[in-house]
């Protein structure tokens, strides 16, 4: 709900003029007026706002936008092929009344190739449209001037010449301007490079898929090993992802071969065994009535015991996890430890947060050195940050807190891990690597399929933008299940977003690929 009320901000959709073309969207609709009411009470702004209140305010009030304009004689853009439609119509409003030769300047710089963003609204289109003009309110072209920048002063020969050959006569050939697809431009290396480069192709074979897959990481892990025993440890390394849900698979084959990884947003926090076990912690305590919760404390690192000692504290009279605890330490010293860091955590409950309770409660167990020995400085690091969102998070009641720092815990990741600070490999998705550059790039799973990838398209109504300058959305209703014939509409509008997808795809292999400086693979 909250991803269709931002695509109609982008789309410069105020609420009172949302048209609902389903039914779904009429609940999108009773929610975005809400969401607006109570933006307004809170004089609070989302991140959309921050752009589409600066372009309704330089469109409804002539005074402010002439005052900037003055302001701003000179206007540099960059990242230019990122622009989504909202940013666009700032820049008209900007630009309003400007006329070639009279002092004022408009910079673009971009490359459409190295377009990735479409999730976040932007439309490569729009760079293609700004080479002919900006259309200015009221009619008219700001004409540009433009110019393509040819050399490249990153990588050596080789690598701009296989890059030329590869994405100029096969991946980017004969561009489809429906899709977004764009044209390629070659670059020549500059005279500043010296002779070289290496490119290489892996390929790895099985019985059957997964044991060919299986092979690549280990590969991978073994062909940085021998970078670092070559001592050419200060070499800078990329190792780039399509997509994260394989980043465990390569983090975990780089740390069995002892290779230290720096991990840009690698795994999330709630996905380390150590947080959840002191989520666990943390839920029993504020909860001593979770049942789950209870029995997990007897396999959490800090007081972890064999099955014998579980059923004997499980077969202790007492209603709850709470009461059996505190007989079975009344009986087996054992217990003693565990049954004394209960009682100092309830007793401070409701009297410090709860971030700070689980800490005493964590540390008086040996919770940092157990972990250390476990998990190592990174887990030590990654109980540090969990405790920390506790205590940031925190909403007075226990519960409340809880359920809190569930919510953000999943867009928190683990920290870096301190042995590798000082690497110089570095793990990350292609998205994050845009704008860096490294020694040697690998771009592991090319086999991947961008248009396999996620759910099963299922979608009850498909809305996409016509392949036309500024032009309008259409929307689709899916066929009724009961019906074999599907709406012809619809199946244009999901051939047009898969070859959009398709096109997209074929930019992050060019970002990706243009990455490296002295070799790829």
């Known amino acids: 709900v909250h991803g269709a009320i931002s695509q109609a901000k982008n789309d410069l959709i105020r609420v009172d003029a949302y048209q609902p073309p389903t039914y779904w969207h009429e609940a999108v609709a009773r929610v975005y007026e809400r969401y607006e009411a109570l933006l307004g009470e809170h004089n609070a702004l989302d991140f959309d706002d921050l752009l589409i209140k600066a372009e309704e305010l330089f469109r409804e ?16 853009v960059d990242e230019f092929q990122d622009t989504n439609r909202t940013q666009w119509e700032l820049l008209r409003r900007l630009t309003a009344g400007w006329e070639r030769e009279d002092g004022r300047t408009l910079f673009i710089v971009g ?5 990735i963003y479409a999730f976040r609204n932007a439309e490569v289109r729009l760079f293609e449209e700004a ?41 980017m050939a004969d561009p489809d301007g429906d899709a977004d ?4 431009s070659p670059s020549i290396p500059s005279g500043m490079n010296s ?19 299986a092979r690549e990481p280990r590969w991978l892990a073994g062909s940085v090993s021998s970078l670092l025993k070559e001592g050419k440890e200060n070499l800078s390394v990329g190792i780039l992802l399509f997509t994260r849900n394989r980043l465990t698979t390569y983090l975990s084959a780089l740390k069995e071969a002892a290779v ?30 979770d049942d789950l919760a209870g029995a997990s404390l007897f396999r959490s690192p800090w007081f972890w015991c064999d099955l014998p000692l579980f059923y004997e504290a499980a077969s202790t009279e007492g209603a709850g996890w709470l009461e059996k605890i505190r007989a079975a330490a009344s009986r087996n010293g054992r217990f003693e430890p565990l049954a004394a860091a209960i009682e100092n955590a309830l007793l401070r409950l409701g009297r410090a947060p709860l971030g700070t309770v689980v800490e005493r409660f964590w540390e008086s167990l040996g919770g940092p050195r157990i972990t250390a020995a476990l998990y190592g400085p990174a887990g030590v690091e990654n109980c540090r940050a969990f405790l920390c969102a506790l205590k940031e998070n925190d909403e007075g009641l226990a519960s409340a807190t809880i359920n809190r720092v569930e919510q953000v815990l999943q867009k928190i990741y683990e920290p870096v891990d301190p042995r590798a600070s000082e690497s110089t490999i570095q793990l990350m998705t292609i998205h994050r690597a845009k704008g860096l550059e490294f020694d040697v790039v690998y771009i592991p799973f090319m086999d991947w399929r961008p248009l396999a990838s996620g759910p099963r398209r299922s979608d009850p109504y498909l809305v996409e933008r016509m392949p036309l300058p500024g032009g309008p959305h259409l929307v689709a209703l899916a066929a009724d299940r009961r019906q074999e014939k ?26 990706a690929a243009t990455r490296a400086r002295e070799a790829l693979h």
Do not use: C, M
């Open 111 to 115: 490359d459409p190739k190295q377009s």
């Open 486 to 511: 599907q709406n012809p509409l619809y199946s244009l509008l999901d051939n047009l977003a898969a070859k959009k997808k398709w096109g997209e795809a074929k930019r992050w292999f060019y970002v």
């Open 61 to 76: 009030h002539a005074d402010v936008r002439q005052r900037y304009q003055r302001r701003y004689r000179h206007i540099l």
């Open 131 to 171: 080479k002919r003009g900006i259309p200015l309110p009221g009619g008219g072209l700001l004409s540009l001037q433009n110019e393509v920048l040819e050399t490249n002063f990153r990588s050596l020969p080789k690598l701009v010449s296989w890059t030329n050959e590869i994405f100029g006569e096969t991946v």
């Open 195 to 213: 002779q070289g480069g290496a490119v290489t192709l892996s390929l790895f074979s099985g019985r059957n898929r997964e044991i060919a897959a």
């Open 260 to 289: 230290p990884v720096q991990v840009q947003e690698g795994l999330a926090l709630s996905d380390r065994p150590e947080v959840r076990y002191l989520l666990e912690t943390a839920r029993f305590l504020a909860a001593p009535q």
């Open 181 to 184: 697809e764009v044209s390629f």
